[in-house]
């Protein structure tokens, strides 16, 4: 409308005419809110969003450290076990050649003690044949 036509309006015309402007303003308004209220949620959302992003690739940093630990730690058990295998074969090597060296002693002095008792007896009787 132009100038000219509001000024040849009537007073309960124009108060009509601003009545509609204020409900279409009242409704613009909260359509506005719906909108800024709905712009806010999607916002959470992104933002929850977002840290829940960034909480995943946290955890998944904390996994991978995780799993490194672990296999160093493994890696350790592995090392461990080796040395341990190790060192007992050679405990049980050494025990089966002190075994061996006892054995000859026992023997070596079962020997000697049947050698003696045989040269007794063998001096016995050629000290009797004479």
């Given at each position: 409308?132009t100038?000219?036509?509001?000024?040849r309006?009537?007073?309960?015309?124009?108060?009509?005419?601003?009545?509609q402007l204020q409900?279409?303003?009242?409704k613009?308004?909260?359509?506005?809110?719906?909108?800024?209220?709905?712009?806010?949620?999607?916002?959470?959302?992104?933002?929850?969003?977002?840290?829940?992003?960034?909480?995943?690739?946290?955890?998944?940093?904390?996994?991978r450290s995780?799993?490194t630990?672990?296999?160093?730690?493994?890696?350790?058990?592995?090392?461990?076990?080796?040395?341990?295998?190790?060192?007992?074969?050679r405990i049980?090597s050494?025990a089966?050649?002190?075994?061996?060296?006892?054995?000859?002693?026992k023997?070596?002095?079962?020997?000697?003690?049947?050698?003696?008792?045989?040269?007794?007896?063998?001096?016995?009787n050629?000290?009797?044949n004479?």
């Amino acid at each position: 409308m132009t100038d000219k036509e509001f000024k040849r309006l009537s007073r309960a015309q124009l108060i009509e005419i601003i009545y509609q402007l204020q409900l279409q303003l009242d409704k613009v308004n909260e359509e506005k809110q719906a909108l800024e209220s709905e712009l806010k949620d999607k916002r959470l959302y992104l933002q929850s969003a977002g840290n829940i992003a960034e909480a995943a690739l946290e955890i998944k940093d904390c996994l991978r450290s995780a799993q490194t630990a672990a296999e160093q730690c493994l890696n350790e058990i592995k090392a461990i076990r080796e040395e341990t295998e190790t060192e007992q074969q050679r405990i049980l090597s050494q025990a089966r050649t002190e075994a061996i060296i006892a054995g000859a002693k026992k023997t070596h002095g079962e020997y000697d003690s049947v050698i003696e008792k045989f040269m007794k007896e063998f001096r016995q009787n050629h000290s009797d044949n004479r």
